[in-house]
Antibody, heavy 121, light 106 residues
């Protein structure tokens, strides 16, 4: 069974970079699947941010492209998210997740518990 | 960019009711659609993918249908554990979630 767990700072200052890591256990991230990040502002719906394939191909939400990046660290079996130049609008619960796909990511079968990141000075 | 809408946004129902949630896409997405259930403070849970395929372990009272631009999630007999928010998600072109439908106790 795949287990995912997010870690990283809970508070980030405006204009700085938000960095989160997803630690994966029970499965090698370089073997298969797509690995992604989804966020949910307080009281609002879900927003896909970006995904990375097990081979390192990346896919991003068009409106966030240029400000976000997702990367793999196969030696630690983890993947990461960076969001640059954050504003209050980036305050959200951030989830890491994994799922199926073929050339592009599809849906998410396994999810982390989520971590609330607040952007505030 | 494919946008998703869901209705109703809130649904009041009783245990035992048959419940139907509708999801629409602005462009055809064939059957590249998933449904999730989310409870407060918890991560979403995948229920259905490819519009009608039930994820392993999901109760048979959940079913999905549709293709093209209109899809439905049906709960045949609502159970106490089913009160939650439901999201659809397209994966035909990028990934986009619908705004969600909250199923609350009547």
């Amino acid at each position: 069974q795949v287990h995912l767990r997010e870690s990283g700072p809970l508070m980030v200052k405006p204009s700085e970079t938000l960095s989160l890591t997803c630690n994966v256990s029970g499965f090698s991230i370089s073997s298969d699947y797509f690995w992604g990040w989804i966020r949910q502002p307080p009281g609002q719906g879900l927003e896909w941010i970006g995904s990375i394939s097990h081979s390192g191909s990346t896919y991003y939400k068009p409106s966030l492209k240029g400000r976000v990046s997702v990367s793999l660290d196969t030696s630690k079996n983890q993947f990461s998210l960076k969001v640059t130049f954050v504003t209050a609008a980036d305050t959200a619960v951030y989830y890491c997740a994994s799922g199926d796909g073929y050339r592009t990511p599809y849906y998410f079968e396994h999810w982390g518990q989520g971590t609330l990141v607040t952007v505030s000075s | 960019d494919i946008q998703m809408t869901q209705f109703p946004s809130t649904l009041s129902a009783s245990v035992g009711d048959r419940v139907t949630i509708t999801c629409r896409a602005t462009h055809t997405i064939n059957t590249w659609l998933a449904w999730y259930q989310q409870k407060p403070g918890k991560a979403p849970k995948l229920l259905i993918y490819k519009a009608s395929t039930l994820e392993s372990g999901v109760p048979l009272r959940f079913s999905g249908s549709g293709s093209g631009t209109e899809f439905t999630l049906t709960i045949s007999s609502l159970q106490p554990d089913d009160f939650a928010t439901y999201y659809c998600q397209q994966y035909d072109d990028g990934l986009n979630f619908g705004p969600g439908t909250k199923v609350e106790i009547k």
